[in-house]
């Protein structure tokens, strides 16, 4: 939503908006008349983001966007991840959806795999692979449940059979 009438006004509403540094930049590279150099807002971001981006902490942020791998993480705490460096980066969603899928961990690769889901966005592929994330979380913690309720039940037949071992030797014994 545009709450301004025209490009101009939304212009110099950024620059009246500019403080500190930004705003003398501004001001001493266009002298007199700022307001009539930009000929669009984007124009005018392009040329803020050339004066104060931090080329070294996107290099920083590509270089962990390539390592970024899910392994046994959460998939909540690794999709956060991914959005916070991706933020820095000026890719499209076709991109991202594209690399998530290598950087996700293999059950969640299987799944998607076997989807037969076109994704529209970004958005609803990690609505799907949170899904996935958070069902196969409840499979795996009811097997671990199932298999140390059968390593108790085990131990106890064990312990029975050994205590009645024992009582059989002191019976022998007596």
Do not use: G, P, W
Request: proline share 0%; hydrophobic share 40%; aromatic share 12%.
């Amino acid at each position: 939503m545009n709450y301004y009438s025209t490009e101009k006004i939304c212009i110099v509403y950024v620059i009246f908006r500019l403080e500190d540094d930004a705003d003398q930049q501004i001001y001493a590279k266009h002298h007199v008349d700022a307001f009539s150099f930009y000929q669009s807002l984007s124009e005018l971001l392009k040329h803020l983001k050339e004066i104060y981006e931090d080329q070294n902490l996107i290099q920083k942020c590509r270089c962990k966007y390539i390592a970024l791998k899910q392994l046994n993480k959460l998939f909540s705490f690794f999709y956060s991840e991914f959005t916070r460096i991706f933020s820095f980066l000026n890719y499209d969603d076709i991109t991202l959806m594209n690399d998530i899928q290598n950087k996700i961990n293999n059950r969640l690769q299987n799944a998607l795999s076997v989807c037969l889901i076109e994704f529209s966005s970004l958005d609803k592929l990690k609505i799907f692979l949170q899904d996935v994330n958070n069902k196969q979380r409840v499979n795996y913690q009811l097997r671990d449940e199932q298999q140390t309720v059968k390593s108790i039940a085990a131990s106890k037949k064990h312990f029975v059979s050994s205590s009645t071992l024992l009582e059989i030797s002191i019976e022998r014994v007596i």
